[in-house]
């Protein structure tokens, strides 16, 4: 059986009956559906979740967002139970995924989080009073 089929079989049960124009008229309903929801943004937000999804880069960004300051690539070690090359790759990945900017200062590289870290964050914050 198609998804057409299957659809048809759908809409009949919904409406009391349907033909092909309805279903093609539903079809193109759900095309808009599926372009709206997969525009050019899907890629970014995927890698924002991907780069969330990892407990150590989880908790870099809740430190950043909490500590309201920059702070410096050595003052993560005592708060994470990772190597110092885990800590460096989890804030690279961060910065590529837009959601920690990095600066040089000196020998030392400073983070900070992004407006869009801390707008996934009080998103996340705000769904658990939900």
């Known amino acids: 059986?198609?998804?057409?089929?299957?659809?048809?079989?759908?809409?009949?049960?919904?409406?009391?009956?349907?033909?092909?124009?309805?279903?093609?008229?539903?079809?193109?309903?759900?095309?808009?559906?599926?372009?709206?929801a997969g525009g050019p943004e899907l890629d970014d937000d995927l890698n924002l979740l991907g780069a969330l999804a990892n407990e150590t880069r989880y908790k870099?960004?809740?430190?950043?967002?909490?500590?309201?300051?920059?702070?410096?690539?050595?003052?993560?070690?005592p708060l994470l139970d990772v190597s110092d090359s885990a800590i460096s790759h989890a804030l690279s990945k961060l910065t590529d995924a837009g959601l920690v900017t990095r600066r040089k200062d000196g020998k030392w590289r400073k983070y900070r989080p992004t407006p869009r870290a801390t707008a996934a964050l009080v998103a996340l914050d705000g769904s658990r009073q939900l």
């Open 60 to 77: 870099i960004v809740r430190i950043l967002h909490v500590a309201d300051d920059e702070l410096c690539v050595c003052e993560f070690s």
């Open 1 to 36: 059986m198609s998804s057409t089929d299957r659809l048809q079989r759908y809409l009949a049960d919904e409406r009391g009956g349907c033909g092909d124009e309805a279903v093609n008229e539903r079809l193109a309903e759900l095309e808009e559906l599926h372009v709206a």
